[in-house]
């Protein structure tokens, strides 16, 4: 028997029911604004990278860092230091704009002996990662002059990174002192990025002022105003002797050595160890 409409529709398999595409709704000006914003922080980015090329004495430094730098990292002051020898001695220097003499900041940063070698060895236990320190009066900074003339500031949070060697031996550090609660990760990105061009940047600085200073004949003023005791207890100094230490090994008295190094300061025009170690490597006194 043929089979009916009615049959044949029954028989027939049902068609899937597709249902309606659910609508995506996306803010065009939400991601028009994203893709501006990270177009202007590349361009900020690359920007900084040439200007650093460009840097080649102190001055030029200055501009970059408090001038188009501050547009990738906020900060208050800036401070730079070398470091040299293991334990390291340190040399440094500041700049901001927002302070009328910054190298107060990096004299207190030198004097300090608990700053640099305490966020140093932050940044070393970090395996070379940026450290940042809020400087509450419990941080391991303690509340010496450097720490209470940043409160003063009102730039108590630390933002601190460098470079090393191959060795793993710090060669550069530079500390960016802002307002608090300004730096994160983001900031701590940046660091990374152009901690390579602060340090090349900084280091043809400490160049182009030795030249200016007629190096050879400040190297020569320097090694003529201590006397040939006093070098090698300079040298023993920098390889982290203590006084008591180096007169057994002088087989001389540990006051004696504490007298030597008095004069020793004394001609360098520093206050302490560290800075004369510092002094003494810009003046080419020692060569490590």
């Known amino acids: 028997m043929p089979l009916t409409t009615a049959d044949t529709a029954h028989e027939m398999i049902p068609s899937p029911v597709i249902a309606p595409p659910v609508p995506v709704t996306t803010d065009s000006k939400v991601d028009a604004r994203s ?31 408090q001038g188009l730098l501050q547009s990738l990292i906020r900060h208050e002051l800036l401070i ?25 900041f990096s004299d207190l940063f030198l ?10 060895k932050a940044w070393e236990e970090r395996r070379y990662q940026p ?16 720490t209470r003339e940043l409160d003063r500031l009102g730039a108590n949070q630390l933002l601190v990174h460098g470079v090393h060697d191959a060795d793993g031996r710090a060669i550069s550090m530079f500390v960016f002192a802002c ?9 701590a990105y940046l660091a990374q990025l152009l901690a390579p061009s602060l340090h090349a940047a900084w280091v043809r600085t400490q160049l182009q002022r030795r030249a ?9 003023q320097g090694g003529n105003i201590l006397t040939v005791r006093e070098l090698d207890i300079l040298k023993w100094i920098y390889l982290g002797k203590s006084n008591f230490e180096i007169g057994a090994i002088l087989k001389i008295s540990p006051l004696t050595v ?13 206050v302490n160890r560290t800075q004369a170690i510092g002094k003494s490597l810009e003046l080419r006194i020692l060569n490590p």
């Not at 730079?80 to 107060?104: E, I, Q, V, W, Y």
């Not at 004097?111 to 140093?120: F, G, I, M, Y």
């Open 212 to 220: 200016e200073n007629g190096g050879a004949g400040e190297r020569s």
């Open 111 to 120: 004097r300090d002996a608990a700053v640099a070698p305490t966020l140093l």
């Open 35 to 65: 893709a501006a914003t990270d177009f202007l922080q590349i361009e900020s980015i690359v920007l900084n990278l040439d200007a650093s090329l460009r840097v080649h004495a102190r001055a030029h430094f200055f501009s970059w860092t």
């Open 258 to 270: 504490k007298n030597h190094v008095q004069k020793i300061l004394r001609k360098l025009n520093v």
């Open 80 to 104: 730079c230091a070398l470091c040299h020898g293991k334990p390291p001695a340190f040399r440094a220097d500041g700049f901001s704009m927002t302070t009328p003499d910054p190298s107060t």
């Open 179 to 187: 307002r608090p609660a300004s730096v994160g990760p983001r900031q």
């Open 131 to 146: 450290v940042i320190f809020d400087c509450s009066p419990a941080n391991p900074l303690g509340n010496g002059a450097f």
